[in-house]
């Protein structure tokens, strides 16, 4: 089945839910699209020898503007990608992705299908000793911002397919090497049969208890349920913030 996703995304796009798969519909000549095998995945992952499980393990669509706006986003130094998760387990492990650092550049998400599981985390001293760790849910319309200082991935524990945005700072240089060598993030998400059971990844030094976050609106910035992401393309002066973090104020600096 075909899901349009105009409404909610700002953009003629829809999940092919089949083949999990996006359609585009308009002239999007700049989108690189590619996927992360199960391979791919493979050292980010508790078994790392998993066997059973989606693949690829998720695919991403980067610069997935359209032709029209590519003058704003390319003078405001941002890129727009849409990112795609089958639900399911990887060897009972929930599909998620690698997870990364662009240190100190933050990103917004969209939830455009799905629900999502974002797992953010800031350390000090050294990569395996995290200094924070927190959990943000979001459904649909909602955006959740990754502060700056912050690494993040995302899991899809929902049992149907996850499909997100994302404006993130053309600057940003992505690490994926804390990660990869510590075979994920700080937090396994792991399908316990009617639980989700949530573990401490054994690699890293220390980590302290997950902190349950809502997301929530920045109305600030333009960041509402109702607003597709996409539509701030017209306005990117607003989302000045995410070249220049300092700007981005809130909560998170206590965290
Ligand atoms: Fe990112």
């Known amino acids: 089945m075909e899901i349009n996703l105009q409404k909610i ?26 996927k992360r095998s199960l391979n791919d ?30 003058e704003k986003i390319r003078s405001a130094g941002l890129r727009y990608d849409l990112t795609l998760l089958p639900s399911g387990t990887i060897d009972g492990e929930f599909v998620k992705t690698a997870g990364h650092y662009h ?36 459904g649909p319309g909602e955006k959740f911002v990754i502060p700056p200082g912050f690494g993040h991935n995302m899991i899809n524990v ?24 510590n075979h994920g993030a700080c937090y396994y998400f792991l399908n316990g049969g009617n639980l989700i059971d949530i573990v401490k990844n ?29 539509s701030l393309i017209n306005n990117l002066q607003q989302l000045k913030f995410l070249n220049h973090p300092e700007e981005f104020e809130g909560e998170w600096r206590n965290w």
């Open 9 to 34: 995304s700002g953009l003629s796009i829809s999940l092919d839910e089949e083949n999990l798969d996006l359609i585009f519909d308009g002239n999007f000549p700049f989108i690189e699209k590619s």
């Open 103 to 138: 240190l100190p550049y933050p990103e917004i998400y969209e939830v455009l299908r799905g629900r999502a599981y974002f797992l953010i985390q800031s350390f000090e001293e050294s990569a395996e000793k995290i200094k924070s760790v927190y959990l943000a849910e979001a």
């Open 202 to 230: 054994p690699n890293y030094d220390s980590a302290p208890e997950i902190k349950k976050i809502r997301a929530r609106e920045y109305p600030e910035f333009g960041l509402t349920k109702e607003n597709p992401l996409y």
């Open 41 to 70: 995945l493979r050292p980010y992952l508790k078994n790392p020898e998993a066997k059973n499980g989606p693949d690829p393990a998720y695919r991403i669509w980067r610069r997935a503007h359209l032709k029209k706006d590519d």
């Open 158 to 181: 929902f049992g149907e397919p996850l499909l997100t945005a994302n404006l993130v700072s053309e600057k940003a240089e992505h690490d994926y090497e804390p990660y990869k060598n």
